[in-house]
């Protein structure tokens, strides 16, 4: 059974930064796409960014240039570095596991950005 466990979120003030994590307990994990989806209160959850491998990811057009996320194969983690926050970055966090016939999501964290 493929269960995710992500961790990092917080309180943080415009313009900082975090780091959020996925800790993954599967086996073959460099065979997934691994990604991070955000859900804002009353909006629909939305893809933050992907990665397949470090020379393919793909981010939404609201957070380029500002987050970064990467992969350790070894580790079997995910992680997403977030800088210049702004407060429209607020929702909670999803990790995501994909592959043919798999769709696995984590439990979420909150991320919270506000003076």
């Known amino acids: 059974q493929v269960q995710l466990v992500e961790s990092g979120g917080g309180l943080v003030q415009p313009g900082g930064s975090l780091r959020l994590s996925c800790a993954a307990s599967?086996?073959?994990?460099?065979?997934?796409?691994m990604g991070w989806y955000r859900q804002a209160p009353g909006k629909q959850r939305e893809q933050v960014a992907r990665i397949i491998s470090v020379s393919r990811t793909n981010y939404a057009d609201s957070v380029k240039g500002r987050f970064t996320i990467s992969r350790d194969n070894a580790k079997n983690t995910v992680y997403l570095q977030m800088s210049s926050l702004k407060p429209e970055d607020t929702a909670v966090y999803y990790c995501?596991?994909?592959?043919?016939?798999?769709?696995?999501w984590g439990q979420g964290t909150q991320v919270t950005v506000s003076t």
């Open positions: 995501n596991a994909l592959r043919i016939g798999y769709n696995n």
């Open positions: 599967i086996s073959d994990f460099s065979s997934y796409a």
